[in-house]
């Protein structure tokens, strides 16, 4: 699976659009981008993925580049509850070969959102 | 549905012992993973099943570990002997193949070796 690179931490205050960036330049072209999210002390929870075009949901945004190299996760109106550790993944999702089904985390941002 | 289940959710023990981590995945999935979270090492991949068989034990650290999943609904994780390194948190989680293939994460085990 193709390397992420993240910022360590980020901050946002309440209420404003938190924008988490990663950058995956080595992506290839069967490979997703994946976010996942960790709250302290529980298990990771998925938040949104995309191959390339930019996708939506009631948690988040994810904004693909066009050359794929790079993605953000927008959380439109960051809350308290939101302060977690975000990991972007990247992954193969076709069938067959060891690789399927992996999650490779790497040490993520920490987002804190502040009143 | 009540989720991945992980049991216990916290685990001390001294060192030499024998551990045993379960976990039942949700019903219907057909994939089934280990990990292993430490500060230092962050969220690794141990193991993972589909439909009950092994798939990549690499992560495995060493012949220390080992991993079963006997049915559909069930998956243990034993540390034979424990040392204190193997402190950690191990999550278990499971997936179902197509869709989103998202990983649905139980609480984890907080593992305590002494």
């Known amino acids: 699976d193709a390397k992420t690179t993240q910022p360590p931490s980020m901050d946002c205050a309440e209420g404003r659009a938190a924008n988490l960036p990663c950058n995956h330049s080595?992506?290839?072209?069967?490979?997703?981008v994946y976010w996942y999210r960790q709250i302290h002390s529980q298990g990771p929870q998925y938040i949104i993925h995309g191959l390339k075009n930019n996708e939506t949901n009631e948690m988040a945004s994810l904004i693909i580049t066009e050359d794929r190299k790079s993605s953000t996760l927008i959380l439109p109106h960051a809350t308290l509850r939101d302060t977690a550790v975000y990991y972007c993944i990247v992954r193969v999702l076709a069938a067959g070969g060891t690789s399927y089904g992996k999650l490779t985390f790497g040490q993520g941002t920490i987002l804190t959102v502040h009143p | 549905d009540a989720g991945v289940i992980q049991s216990p959710r916290h685990e001390v023990t001294e060192m030499g012992q024998e551990v045993t981590l379960r976990c039942k995945p949700i019903?219907?999935?057909?994939?089934l993973f280990w990990y292993r979270q430490t500060m230092m090492r962050g969220l690794e991949l141990l193991i993972y099943?589909?439909?009950?068989?092994?798939?990549?034990d690499s992560g495995m650290p060493e012949d220390r570990f080992s991993a079963k999943m006997p049915n559909a609904s069930f998956s243990t994780l034993k540390i034979q002997p424990s040392e204190p390194r193997d402190s950690a948190v191990y999550f278990c989680?499971?997936?179902?193949?197509?869709?989103?293939?998202?990983?649905?994460f139980g609480p984890g085990t907080r593992l305590t070796v002494l």
């Open positions: 080595t992506i290839s072209g069967n490979e997703y």
């Open positions: 989680a499971s997936s179902i193949e197509g869709g989103r293939n998202e990983q649905f």
């Open positions: 099943f589909n439909n009950n068989v092994p798939i990549d």
């Open positions: 019903s219907g999935h057909d994939y």
